[in-house]
């Protein structure tokens, strides 16, 4: 078996993209899956392609795993760690990090743009929702 996971664009214009993501877990886990492919999102009207994105907000509700934002690069970069807790009860929140710009990749060799994901500690049902407003920069 695996995770059954979702991804969907919930919005992709011009400067701002918001995608969601899912998963509940069959004790498995996804390891640095890419889920932000920034050639995929919307050019800009000049034809210009999305180069990188910057997180500027995250809403997330995980139960019982922690889940990893990482910077894809030939190392992989941490961009934002969530969750971690292993109670029954949901951590839910919400991060803004647009009064400074957002979040910003500072992967270094390797870098691409893209956005995967890693879930730790997770066991059988364990899930994530969560969904990012990514700023794009071209």
């Known amino acids: 078996m695996a995770d059954a996971v979702t991804s969907q664009t919930l919005s992709d214009g011009d400067r701002i993209a918001v995608m969601k993501f899912t998963n509940i877990s069959d004790g498995n886990g996804e390891s640095s899956v890419e889920k932000v492919d920034v050639a995929s999102l919307t050019s800009k009207a000049d034809g210009t ?9 995250i809403w997330y509700s995980i139960s019982g795993m922690r889940v990893d934002l990482e910077w894809n690069a030939t ?8 969750g971690g807790g292993v109670a029954l009860e949901p951590t839910v929140g919400h991060l803004d990090f647009r009064s400074f710009g957002g979040i910003k990749n500072n992967a270094g060799s390797g870098i691409d743009g893209d956005i995967d994901l890693t879930t730790l500690h997770h066991t059988s049902n364990d899930h994530y929702t969560i969904i990012l407003e990514l700023r794009k920069s071209y």
């Open 49 to 57: 392609a999305c180069a990188r994105v910057h997180i500027q907000q």
């Open 75 to 82: 190392s992989n970069v941490k961009a934002i760690m969530l």
